[in-house]
């Protein structure tokens, strides 16, 4: 069993819809954090999450929001989605050494 | 700041040894470390150092000095498997800073 899973993997969405994406792990991490990634600029941090009543901005929040509905479940959202977040998206949980990470979801904003 | 300088791209040849080089320059990272990453898949943990010195783990191997901002790693007897990227990342507080990642290519 994959021990972060994420859902959709793939998604096409126009600009200006919201969308959702939601990320599930199975191993009681705390600690949980939304990354994407661009070619040429690596994986940045979006928001992180180090309990159900803590959530953090990481570099490039703006656009984005996020929602720790239990300790298990991490789920971000773009309010009105634009071109320029097109890319990979990656979810992870983990301790402070060691992050697992989702097999990603692939989001296309035209 | 917290720049993370990694070489973009190396190719090696299967059987080989190879060293990829991370420099940062940042004085509040309390480890740094490495992952893996093949094309359209999730990056992997490889390794990582809190302190000076060298990590060995099977055939890869990582490195840290502290005091030069630097580190690598080492991937010895290369498999045409280890075609992969390999990300530095330098942990701040509660978080991973990662660089762009090294693109290595292993050749029969």
């Known amino acids: 069993d994959a021990d972060v899973t994420q859902t959709p993997r793939n998604r096409i969405t126009k600009t200006g819809k919201r969308i959702m994406l939601e990320c599930s792990q199975t191993?009681?991490?705390?600690?949980m954090y939304w990354y994407r990634q661009d070619p040429g600029l690596g994986l940045r941090l979006i928001y992180y999450?180090?309990?159900?009543?803590?959530?953090n901005k990481g570099e490039i929040s703006d656009g984005y929001s996020v929602s720790r509905q239990a300790q298990a479940k991490f789920s971000l959202s773009l309010e009105s989605a634009i071109p320029n977040q097109t890319a990979l998206y990656f979810c992870?949980?983990?301790?402070?050494?060691?992050?697992?990470f989702g097999p990603g979801t692939r989001l296309t904003v035209t | 700041g917290q720049n993370i300088d990694q070489p973009t791209e190396m190719t090696a040849t299967e059987g080989a040894i190879v060293q990829i080089n991370c420099t940062y320059q940042?004085?509040?990272?309390?480890?740094l470390f490495w992952y893996q990453q093949h094309a359209g898949e999730a990056p992997t943990f490889l390794s990582y150092?809190?302190?000076?010195g060298l990590e060995e783990k099977g055939r890869f191997s990582s490195f840290l000095s502290r005091s030069k901002g630097y580190s690598y790693l080492l991937l010895k007897e290369l498999q045409m498997k280890d075609s992969a990227s390999y990300l530095c990342?330098?942990?701040?507080?509660?978080?991973?800073?990662f660089g762009t990642g090294t693109r290595l290519q292993v050749f029969p």
């Open positions: 191993k009681g991490h705390d600690r």
């Open positions: 992870a949980a983990g301790t402070d050494y060691e992050q697992y």
């Open positions: 150092n809190v302190l000076d």
């Open positions: 999450s180090f309990d159900v009543k803590d959530i």
């Open positions: 940042t004085s509040g990272f309390n480890g």
């Open positions: 990342a330098g942990y701040n507080t509660d978080k991973l800073i």
